[in-house]
């Protein structure tokens, strides 16, 4: 189904006052538009007065149109609703493009309904009338905001939130970005914070211009919970499977070399880099992702030999910046990377991704304006 562009707020009240709006079992029947007189609570004004029946009941509702479903968006919209509804001695309700579950769990929880374009809707009046729909797709895509800012470079965003919490500027977050080895256009950076920003994730105080809002993360715990749901493991176009002579002070001493003399990204992988942060037993194989892998087995020449007997050394070649943001000395990936890799684990790897998750957590500076830490090995 190819996605339509995302309505106008004018639009959506003309699709429900032509009965294109539908949640079954119940139908849906605009009364009024924009009622005046005793509907304005605090000034507030409702844009339509729906009726809802049932089996030969009418409810009525006080409608509060949203162009966009996003958690701060829905709030205020909600808000809305609920003080026009009390003006007008109605039940509460929302109309907006989609409606997704979660944001369905939040009107449910909330005591209000609301109802989408696409099918979903939540109906109730307490005591008397309850109805659920999910599962419809959403028929809409917002090119202004970036699809998942919580998978792949656009995580780095919120990767380095968790670093640093507090910016005075975009810019600010773009340069410390950018040291980190991270490579994001401003612009990619400014649709990140949009989207973080729409899920209560951070907050963008007034600015002179979109360039100057500071930015101030709100809920680490659940930035980190979002980037461990949507992670995906890096794209790997070629992997190798060997034996290494060198003791793993001198290999890490010879890809550290390789790194600076060709100018190219290697980092050990996120599992292999746990024992920097967390009381764990593995193999004594080491890992790393590489940039070119030809070119730095090259580099070992005879020091390394492919076989899967034996093997203590594993090489992936990625091209996804992501993996190799933050690089700490000695070529560890960051906590963030070993955290969301084991996260992805089996039962023994998750245990452990606890123990990082709570480092990560206890070194999250606090105070404002932090520097946050260091450690990267930025090329």
């Not at 800012?149 to 970005?177: D, Q, T």
């Amino acid at each position: 189904m190819k996605a339509e562009k995302p309505p106008s707020e004018a639009a959506m009240m003309a699709a429900l006052a032509s009965g294109e709006v539908i949640l079954p079992p119940v139908d849906v029947a605009v009364l009024e538009r924009e009622p005046s007189g005793r509907g304005t609570a605090g000034g507030v004004r409702a844009d339509a007065v729906v009726a809802i029946r049932w089996d030969g009941r009418e409810f009525r509702f006080a409608v509060e149109c949203k162009g966009t479903s996003e958690p701060k968006e829905l709030a205020a919209a909600l808000d809305q609703a609920e003080r026009a509804a009390l003006g007008l001695e109605l039940s509460p309700l929302v109309l907006v493009p989609y409606l997704p579950p979660a944001r369905l769990e939040e009107i449910r929880a909330r005591g209000a309904s609301g109802i989408d374009l696409c099918g979903n809707g939540v109906v109730q009046v307490p005591g008397e009338l309850f109805v659920y729909r999910t599962g419809a797709p959403n028929r809409f895509r917002d090119e202004r905001l970036i699809k998942n800012v919580y998978r792949r470079n656009s995580s780095l965003v919120g990767r380095m939130l968790l670093l640093r919490p507090e910016y005075e500027a975009v810019g600010i977050l773009h340069a410390e970005l950018a040291r980190r080895g991270g490579i994001l256009e401003l612009s990619t950076i400014s649709k990140a914070l949009s989207g973080l920003e729409a899920d209560l994730i951070v907050e963008r105080t007034p600015g002179r211009s979109w360039r100057l809002r500071r930015i101030r993360l709100l809920q680490p715990d659940k930035l980190l919970d979002l980037l461990e749901e949507n992670y995906r493991p890096p794209n790997v176009r070629r992997e190798f499977t060997g034996k290494t002579s060198l003791t793993e002070e001198e290999l890490r001493s010879a890809l550290e070399g390789w790194r600076v003399d060709a100018g190219r990204r290697v980092v050990g992988t996120g599992a292999g880099s746990v024992r920097a942060y967390a009381a764990m037993a593995r193999e004594e194989r080491q890992e790393f992702y590489c940039s070119d892998l030809p070119g730095l087995l090259d580099h070992l020449g005879d020091a390394v030999r492919q076989t899967e007997r034996f093997a203590n050394l594993r090489l992936f070649e990625t091209a996804d910046d992501f993996v190799y943001f933050d690089v700490r000395p000695g070529l560890l990936a960051s906590p963030i990377q070993a955290y969301l890799e084991l996260a992805a684990g089996d039962k023994r790897d998750r245990e452990t991704a606890e123990q990082v998750r709570r480092l990560i957590m206890d070194e999250l500076p606090l105070d404002r304006g932090a520097e946050g830490r260091d450690g990267s090995a930025g090329e």
